[in-house]
C-alpha cells in the first residue's frame, strides 16, 4: 500500500496546480457554468483516481515485462531477433499509450474526422516501432547517440521540407504525447534490460538513456511519412463545445466507460498475450510473480478507463473554455500570462521530471542539482507556453519559426556534451510532455486559436506540446555543457567522480 500511497500524492500535486488554477480563474475572469465546472472537478478527482491506479499497475506489470523482455533479446545475441523483438514491443507499447490516445482522439474532433484517430495511432505506433528496433540495434553495435540522434533530425529535416503544413504540428505533438505514462516506463525498462548485460560499463551507464528520445523522433516520422502520403483535402478545423451544452454532470462520464473500455481491452491485450507466450516459452515465472503482473495488468486497464474517461468528459473541455475565455479578453496579456502560469505549474508537479531530476542528481553523485535541473526545465517550459500562445495571436508567426532553430540549438549542443546528458536530455522531453500536457493545455492552446480571429484550430491549436517537448532537450544539454567545463576544471569525469578514482 506504500506503493500506492507515493503514487496518489505523485499524482496529486500534478493535478492539484492546475485545478486551483481553474478554480481561481472561474472566480474572477473566466466564470464557468454551473455543470461544467461541477464536471471538471468530478473529472480532476477521477483523473487523480485514475492515473494512480493506472501507475500502480505500471510498477507491477509494465515495468518488470519491459525488463524481462530486454534481457531475453539480448540473450538470445541474435541482431535479427533483437530488430524484430524491438519492432513488436514498440509497436504494442505505444497503441497502449493514453496520452496518444488523447491527442488522436483531439486530432479526429477537430479535423471533423478527416484525419482518423486510429490511422494517426497506427502510423505513429509504427514510427515508434521501427526507430524502437533501431534504437536496440544501436544500443548492441555501440553507436553513439550523438551520431544516431543526428541522422535521425537530419531525415525529419528533409521530411519536413514535403510534409503538408497540417501535418507538422501534429507530428511534433505526437512525439510528446506518444512518449506518456504507460510507453517511458516500458521504455526505460526495456533500455535498462538490453544495457545490463554488456560488458563495458561506461558505454552501458550512457546507454540506460535515449530510448524514449529516439521513440519520439519515431512519432514524428510516422506522422510525417503520413502527411506526404495522404495528403488530405479540405481539411475543416472547428472546436466541439458541445459537453458545455449539457446540463447533466454524471451522463457524460456514463457515455464514455465503454468507448474508453474497448480502446483500452484492444490496446492491453497483445501486450498480455506476448507477455504469456514469452512466459511459457522463455520467463518461466514463479507463480507469485506471475500473479503480481497479471493483477498490475488489471489495475492498469481499470486506471486507464478512470483516466481517459474523466479527461474526455470533463477536464479538457474546460481547458478550451478557459482558453477560449482568456483569450476572448482585449488584454491578451492575460491569455500570455495564464498560458506561463500553467507551464510553470505543469512541469514543476510532473511526477516523471521527479524521477528524472533524482536520477540526475544520483548518476553525477550530487555535482548537478536537482534544483538547478527543475528551475531550468521550469522556466523553459513556462516560455515555450507562453510563445505557443504568442504564436497563435500573432499573425504570420508559424510553429516552424520555433522548432527549426530550436532543434538545431540541440543538435549543435550535442557535438559538445558528454553523452550521458544526450540521452537524459532527449528522454526528458518525453517525460516533460506528460499528461496534464496532452490533455489541459493542449485543450487550453486550441480555446485560444478558436477565440483569435484569423488562427486556425488546426495550424495554431496544436503545437503546443511539441513546445513543451523541445525545451528540456535544450537546457538540459545546456547544463551538461556547464557541466562538462566545471568538471574539467575541478578534474572530474561526467559522473562526478575524480579522475584518479577509475
Known sequence: MSLLTEKFKEVLFSVLPITIIVIILNFTIVPLEMPVFIR????????????????????????PIGNHMGSTLVKSNKLWIVGVGGLILGFLISIAEPDLHILAKQVELVTSGAISMWGIIIVVSIGIAILVALGLIRIVHNMTLRKFFTICYFIILIFGLFTPTEFIAIAFDASGATTGAMTVPF?????????????????????????????????????????????????????????????????PFIREIPSVSLQIILALTPILVLFLIFQVVSFKLSKKALSKILKGIVYAFIGLVLFLSAVN????????IVGYGTASMENKFFVIFVGFLLGLVTILAEPAVHVLTHQIEEITSGYVKRGSVFLSLSIGVAFSVALTIIKIIVPGVKLWHYLLPGYIVA????????????????????????????????????????????????????GVIAMVALTPLI????????????SRKGGLNTNGKSEGTQ
Not at 46 to 53: F, K, M
Request: hydrophobic fraction near 55%; avoid cysteine; charge should be negative.
Open 313 to 320: 468528459a470533463g477536464f479538457m473541455e474546460v481547458g478550451s
Open 187 to 251: 521504455l526505460l525498462a526495456l533500455n535498462t534490460g538490453v544495457t545490463r548485460l554488456k560488458k563495458d560499463s561506461l558505454s552501458s551507464e550512457e546507454d540506460s538513456f535515449g530510448l524514449v528520445g529516439i521513440a519520439s523522433a519515431g512519432a514524428i516520422l510516422g506522422v510525417m511519412a503520413m502527411g506526404i502520403v495522404t495528403r488530405p483535402d479540405n481539411l475543416t478545423s472547428t472546436l466541439d463545445h458541445s459537453l458545455s451544452q449539457s446540463s447533466s454532470i454524471i451522463l
Open 411 to 462: 543538435i549543435a549542443l550535442m557535438q559538445f556534451v558528454p553523452g550521458l546528458f544526450i540521452g537524459m536530455a532527449f528522454d526528458s522531453g518525453g517525460v516533460a510532455s506528460g499528461p496534464m500536457t496532452a490533455t489541459f493545455i493542449l485543450a487550453f492552446a486550441q480555446g485560444v486559436a478558436e477565440a483569435i480571429e484569423g488562427a486556425d484550430v488546426l495550424l495554431d491549436g496544436f
Open 40 to 63: 471538471f472537478l468530478l473529472g480532476a478527482l477521477l483523473v487523480i483516481i485514475g492515473l494512480t491506479i493506472f501507475l500502480f499497475g505500471v510498477d507491477l506489470a509494465i515495468t
Open 475 to 486: 537546457a538540459l544539454q545546456a547544463l551538461g555543457f556547464i557541466y562538462k567545463i566545471k
